[in-house]
């Protein structure tokens, strides 16, 4: 599918592409077991585990060849090979194009979130298919065959922990012959009977010299139990979009990665296997003859149960869908009469699918996303996503020590700031102990509703000296805000803004370096700077528009935004109002935002936004009393609104203190 594929080709946007990358450059140089890790300061004296070490060494040998806009198309390449041989599996299954496009068509809508990351689920995708094309289609799979599953699974296993699904199929296939063998002894058919148990001795022979072979790797036995060690952490099923279980009586709604269409039609998929398989069951039990045998089929029923489960337990094994889709189309192959219709009807519901797959997985709001970039499609990687500009000044300032940064951004930063910055998590969840994510997810919402004392003992438990903040209009990304409390810490000041990000230095005698290369970063830029008062984005505005257009502290669209201010229309006033409010608001230009937002109170006194910007506004720019005022009027229009009640709270602690100061 074309929309999927375009996906695949847009600029690099996969998180976790970026320490598979920088992991890559530690294990090209033949150390696969160095003695700290190289990005994160949270688990800097634990080793990292080279359980991808393969795939993570031909990625960044690839960059090294290709560059960034290679990874691109090495995506892209991976995505059509993948495609292109579920749909010849497909083909081969059901004797037609059109059964064959359905499939495909299939297999992309409940796969696509695992085909749009350049991960190594790619390889593992990828390799189940050249498995089951190699020796679970066959039923006498020949030597060669088996020594070439065997280098797959070699290879496999350095390149993903997921191999152990490779083993797992040919456990099922193997017990799936030896049922069917059972089945056939019992009903008194022997050669159908000696022909499973071949079949069934051959997948299990694979099975051991496949489980013997995956030893040779760096962590030996232990990259079998990958899955379990990392299971039993319970950090990784705080991911929802990766390992959130599906629920065949219940959709989720809110889940990217399986949304309700997705729901629908697996439930549907698995719905007709099942009845189908009963179907043959049901037969078997009734005629016992070599034919119901045949069609009963031991090995493609055990396939499918395994699929089935799999993909019960995590969303991120959907992709195996194709095994019990590869069982109905043998069953329809199988059929002496095809209706002379259906290929009509497969066309049409490819088409359906077609259609609907990339309005109902939001495919519009990933194209966005690249329309938002400067560059659009010409950009390498989602430089406005991972707040290039952010991650460039910490660069170019030279700044060290310990980092805190979204989640998301844990990768990038570390990948072009380690280890100078080292950051406080990132994709790698088996490898970071439950108490850092944990802690993770307590400084992020903190750190933006508060209160500051929680914010304030977590950051100084791992000793952070840099704050990396986001600061996403929810209209882009909702729930990507985070480090405003910063801005109320005496004990932080601001060193960075820019219209997406901000950066926090903390005030201590450990950061004064650090706080001089910030001073000699901006007077070689001749940007105004006051290390006591911290960063001023309105004054930087002002007086070096030239390097505000460059780090994108301005608004998007201002010019734009400004037009509409001064235009006709009250209803575009009043959007380019609101939108240049929240900005102001964001990048710290509290005189701005508070005389846009009383502008609006004026005519709209009931809004909640511009009400509790207002408090805002008017505790940083040193009026208390007046923010203590305009938080009694915000909790009375909004008493239902629990931060009505924090925003009161921060306004009376202010205002005492003034008269404390006062008296």
Known sequence: MLPLLALCLRPLATDDTWWHLAMGAVYATGDLWPKEDPLLHTTVLRPPVPHEWLFQVGLYAWHALAGFQGLRALHGLLAVGI?????????????????????????????WFRLVQLRPDLVSIAAALALYALVLAPERPGARRGVAALGLL?????????????????LAGAAGALAEAALARAAGLPEPARAALRRA?????????????TLANPRGIEQHLTFATESSVGSIWKIRDDFHPWNPFAPIFDLTAFTPFSWGLIDLLFGVWLVVAAGRVVRFARRRDASSLAALDGVHLALGAAALVACLVAVRFHWLVFLPLLDLLRRWHARERALAAAPLGFAAATALLAVAMPRANGFADFFAEVAREPDGWRSAYMDERYCGPGMRFLANAGLEGRLYQPFNEGGFLGYFLAPRLRTFIDGRLDHVPAEVLDDYLTIRRASRDGPAATLRDKLDRWGIDVFFADAFPASEYPERTSGF??????EWATAYVSRNCAVYLRRSPANRENFARVAAYYREHGVPFDPS?????????REAPSFAREQRIEARDASKLKAWRRGPDPARRREARAALADHAWRIGDFATSLSLDEEWLAEEPGAFDPAWRRVD???????????????HALAAAHPERIESQRWLARAEAAAARANAGAS
């Open 83 to 111: 495609l292109a041989s579920a749909f010849a599996l497909f083909r081969r299954a059901g004797g037609d194009v059109a059964s064959a496009a359905l499939a495909t068509a299939i297999f992309v809508c409940l796969s």
């Open 154 to 170: 070699l290879v496999w296993c350095n390149a993903h922990s997921v191999f152990l699904v490779g083993l797992a199929l040919l």
């Open 201 to 213: 001795a051959t997948l299990g022979a694979l099975l051991v010299a496949g489980a013997l072979v």
């Open 485 to 490: 409390e910063l801005r109320r810490m005496p």
């Open 533 to 541: 008062r911290g960063f001023d984005a309105a004054r930087a505005l």
């Open 617 to 631: 506004a008017l505790l940083a720019l040193g009026r208390p009393r007046d923010a203590l005022d305009a938080a």
